[in-house]
C-alpha cells in the first residue's frame, strides 16, 4: 500500500492548526512580558516619587523624578499622576 499521500494529507491538514497554536503561544507570551514590563516601570516611578516624597519634597518636584524614573525605564510618553496623600 501507498501511504506517502496519507502522509501528506494529513500533514497539510494539521500544519495551520500547529502553526496557529505557535503564534497564539507567542502572542500571548509576548503581552504577558509586555505587561510586566509596564508593571515595572510604573513600580520604579511610584518608588522614586515615594523616595522625592520622604524628603519633604513638594507635589511638583515628585512629579518632575517620577516621570523622569518612568521616562529612564521606557515608558515613552505618558502621563504622571500624583495624589498626595496617596489615595
Known amino acids: 500500500m501507498a501511504e506517502g499521500g496519507n502522509v ?3 500533514f497539510a491538514l494539521t500544519l495551520p ?3 496557529g497554536g505557535a503564534g497564539l503561544g ?3 507570551s ?3 512580558y509586555s505587561s510586566l ?3 515595572a516601570t510604573a513600580d520604579a516611578a511610584a518608588y ?3 523616595v ?3 524628603w519633604g519634597s513638594d507635589t511638583a518636584a515628585i512629579t518632575t523624578t517620577a516621570t523622569t524614573s518612568a ?3 521606557g515608558l515613552g510618553t505618558g502621563t504622571i499622576t500624583v495624589h498626595t496623600p496617596p489615595t
Open 30 to 32: 509576548y503581552w504577558y
Open 71 to 73: 521616562t529612564e525605564n
Open 17 to 19: 492548526v500547529v502553526v
Open 26 to 28: 507567542v502572542e500571548t
Open 52 to 54: 522625592e516624597k520622604s
Open 8 to 10: 501528506a494529507t494529513l
Open 48 to 50: 522614586a516619587g515615594a
Open 37 to 39: 514590563r509596564l508593571q
